[in-house]
């Protein structure tokens, strides 16, 4: 093995150890919400701007990025309704809960919303999306408040739509402005992605490893001769 070869794979094996080094395998991963689940105690629209399909969260060791799939396109909610997108995320206590609308393991800390004009609760700090039915926002690990119990890597969200439209409950008060919850009932940790620097090493480290391993010479090829 030449030098540069054992080089090359020096860098290879760095480039591994710094995405593995995140955390460890994905412990997240895209989550399916059942078409139609609205709570009980929902009392907004009932349509498909409200209703989630299917939702995910990544994180590349700086930012979170939280996607959502949806039933219908936020701008088919019905005249007068008005769309909210909310994400609660757990950093470590997670002592707020939704158990008066039966969903008690619904835990977080903070959350981040997102209109249906695309304009999130931190303009210029959070960045938010919205395509037909697709919503996402991202959030800067640097933007959210210091974990109170877990690292970065082992945050856990949920999402909830809201018509905040829906009128008040004596009992439940504005927790009647919630359609659904994904997951239900719980909370999804983010799956780990490599940063694009991590992902340029690894090409490079690659690359090299392909192109040592074609041009370096037979070990034998002094011994060949022409007869």
Known sequence: MTRTFHAVAVVFTLALAALWGMGGVAQGGPITDTTGDFLPTYLGAKNG???V??????????????????AGPVSGAPAGS????????NTGTGTLNFANIANPNVKFNTVATLDA???????????????????????????????TGFAPQDYLWNLWPRDISAPLDATIGNATAIADFAPDNATEGFSLVPEPSTLCLLSIGVAGLTGCGYYRKPRRAGNLSTR
Do not use: E, H
């Not at 399909?53 to 949806?70: C, E, I, K, M, Q």
């Not at 008005?82 to 995320?89: E, H, L, Q, R, T």
């Not at 609760?121 to 408040?145: E, F, Q, R, T, W």
């Open 53 to 70: 399909v299917s939702a995910n969260g990544t994180f590349d060791g700086t930012t979170f990025r939280l996607t959502a799939d949806l």
């Open 82 to 89: 008005k769309p909210v997108y909310v994400w609660g995320i």
């Open 49 to 51: 701007a409200f209703d």
């Open 117 to 147: 004009a695309g304009v999130t609760n931190k303009p210029g700090i959070y960045v938010g999306s919205i395509s037909g039915n697709k919503v996402s926002i991202d959030i800067p690990l640097s933007a959210l408040p210091p974990s």
